[in-house]
């Protein structure tokens, strides 16, 4: 699905969204509904599929841990902590056997690391590419929740790690979704916007953007990429799974610093800044750029 | 995926099971996990594969209206009401247009009907089958929650509708959950087991029977079947979505009184009983007849 695509049918739901009873649905990294006791409910689903999140040689271990941390990063990225999962498998038979073994040993895997707990599933059989879909509950205190859509103008933009080369680099199947990290940013730091970067940079900030009813600008060359990844790479490649947030330029001095204490082993790097409506700075030059070496 | 494969792996995730919190997952028709103010969340994830569950040229919208029942079902079996719904699509780029709105349709139409809301969703693409995943959570109150094992040696066996012939008189693609006689039966019956229909009562009711530590005994010629359908069919087709629930025989005059006041358009039959463990009669001659007729 190409991304202008998904925008559109995004908007589109919207709309049915308001209909419901949700705080933050279709559009953020998780729906959220009211839940007892100041928590809300946080609900994801999220699927691989087949030859375009893994190739079919790859290990079904890996495949599980990918699925399941995919949606873990999601609840991360509202601040919350993911809880039950639900596993749809929609295999070829061959694939029914030692594979759907393997599969589950990742998934079981990521919920012991993660704290969550495989509570039910199902299994369907296909000739063509397997899917597996990982449906997920988490839990946050309301006043923790971080929406994609809180920014202001003026807040700084931050992202952990480093970007790009994901796929190269087998990242894409070995990540660690940036739970502890996220959660530590709920508790202590509350980022007016979050999201995890899995569809890349370029596609993804002009979301929170979007979102947030803001524009932005960036430094290109402030963007922290993967060794050996080009600019392009680091902005386009996607499957991340870095958190992108934004503070206001109040608290960026207090963050850095706690950061540093807290995760030294992990880079966090600001890149620019929420804007006015209408803004979108940083990455003009990269689009020259990108449509020039593909000409 | 065959049942004997899909029960082999429901026997092992079992043990998995046991180390989360859930109160009932794997094997029931919901996972269900505890929640605040003597509730339960109930969650279910249940998949539609193109070439299994529907044509390549169903209706977009009986295709999302079959897609929704069947969680929606699943989630009345438990005696519980739907809430929130997660829609994960994987689709050949051809159908990321109106195949999808109309898909979309369909599952709005049962979010009116049965009282449930789309919250979040996903979009994905394949070059083989579509794939369409509901991921749903439904609410219970903890006393009028019905498991699947429940069920006691003497418990009548109760169906309601007719079996068989789903696919060829188009039943799969519109049949209507049996959720208000569903809640119904939990707030004024309180069967001891209950599960809804969608393998076929041959399946079915052993896993049914399985869970109660119980055998069963039924009268093939007491099953009702859907017009033009035979024994074997009502048996064997699965897609019913009918309910098949226990009671005490203490409970089953007053059942069919109220059922008939209550619910006067829809047939409720008493095939059986539930019996001591390892007693399995009445598909017996079904079997035999079965392999006679295919050999």
């Known amino acids: 699905m190409n991304n202008r695509r998904e925008d559109a049918i995004v908007a589109r739901l919207r709309a049915a969204l308001r209909r419901g009873r949700a705080v933050a649905g279709i559009g953020d990294d998780c729906a959220a509904v009211e839940s007892p006791r100041g928590k809300l409910l946080l609900l994801k689903t999220d699927c691989v599929v087949e030859k375009r999140h893994f190739r079919a040689d790859a290990s079904a271990t890996a495949v599980g841990w990918k699925a399941a941390c995919r949606a873990v990063s999601d609840i991360a990225a509202c601040g919350g902590e993911p809880q039950h999962a639900l596993i749809t498998c929609v295999l070829r038979d061959k694939q029914a056997g030692r594979w759907l073994d393997g599969l589950y040993r990742g998934?079981?895997?990521?919920?012991?690391?993660?704290?969550?707990?495989?509570?039910?599933?199902?299994?369907?059989?296909t000739d063509g590419p397997a899917v597996v879909n990982v449906a997920m509950t988490g839990t946050v205190a309301r006043r923790e929740f971080?929406?994609?859509?809180?920014?202001?103008?003026?807040?700084?933009?931050?992202?952990?790690?480093?970007?790009?080369?994901?796929?190269?680099?087998?990242?894409?199947?070995?990540?660690?979704?940036?739970?502890?990290?996220?959660?530590?940013?709920a508790e202590t730091?509350?980022?007016?916007?979050?999201?995890?970067?899995?569809?890349?940079?370029?596609a993804d900030l002009p979301r929170l953007a979007a979102a947030s009813g803001t524009g932005f600008v960036i430094e290109p060359e402030a963007i922290p990429r993967r060794r050996g990844a080009s600019l392009r790479a680091a902005l386009a490649d996607g499957e991340d799974?870095?958190?992108?947030?934004?503070?206001?330029?109040?608290?960026?001095?207090?963050?850095?610093?706690?950061?540093?204490?807290?995760?030294?082993?992990?880079?966090?790097?600001?890149?620019?800044?929420?804007?006015?409506?209408?803004?979108?700075?940083?990455?003009?030059?990269?689009?020259?750029?990108?449509?020039?070496?593909?000409?």
Chains 1, 2 share one sequence.
């Open 107 to 125: 998934i079981e895997k990521a919920g012991r690391e993660f704290g969550f707990h495989v509570v039910g599933g199902e299994l369907a059989r």
């Open 146 to 185: 971080i929406p994609r859509g809180g920014g202001r103008v003026g807040d700084l933009l931050f992202v952990t790690g480093t970007l790009g080369g994901s796929l190269r680099s087998g990242w894409h199947l070995r990540f660690r979704p940036r739970l502890a990290e996220a959660r530590w940013l």
């Open 241 to 295: 799974f870095e958190l992108l947030f934004a503070v206001s330029a109040a608290k960026a001095a207090r963050l850095q610093r706690a950061w540093r204490r807290r995760f030294p082993a992990l880079r966090l790097t600001c890149i620019g800044t929420l804007a006015k409506r209408g803004v979108a700075r940083g990455f003009g030059a990269v689009h020259g750029y990108d449509h020039f070496s593909d000409s």
């Open 189 to 202: 730091i509350r980022p007016s916007a979050m999201m995890d970067l899995s569809d890349g940079l370029a």
